[in-house]
């Protein structure tokens, strides 16, 4: 299966300057890492380069026209386009789900693709300079769960949609 992961604030925003424009949020890291562990995950070159370093216990696959990303102690794979990542990861562990982690321009190569997104909505306003098109999952999918309610540092919940 194909799901998305995102972290919203109110306006939609998902990125400022390379990095998160909130706070750590420590309940939706624990919440990712439980969701995300075992499984394939798909980047940009970008959230890539943000993490400093592969997610331990996932695959993990960036999507990059100039640069490989793949080796020792670097990511598992690197495909120069979103197609040919998917019929790979789909191919090659059919037995795991495969997780859009970001960033804005993956997310917009996917949105047809992903059958299930879980949703952070940080209930506060950050200044940021990427988005994300929460419109669309909204007219398209279903909201079939909020799984989870926090409030550290700030309010948000966790959603669950489905197409």
Known sequence: M??????????????????LPW???SGDLRFFKALTSGHVVIMGSST?????KPLDNRINVVLSKTTDYSGQGAADHTFSDLNTALAF???????KNIFIIGGEDVYNQCLDKIERFFVTEIDQEYPSDRSFNMQYVK?????????????????????????
């Open 2 to 19: 194909i799901c998305g992961v995102v972290a919203i604030e109110k306006n939609n925003g998902i990125g400022l300057n390379g990095s």
């Open 23 to 25: 706070p750590q949020l």
């Open 48 to 52: 890539w380069k943000s993490l400093g």
């Open 89 to 95: 990861c789909q191919a090659e562990y059919q037995d």
């Open 139 to 163: 007219e398209r999918f279903l909201r079939v769960n909020q799984l989870i309610t926090f409030s550290d540092p700030v309010p948000y919940k966790i959603t669950e949609y489905i197409r």
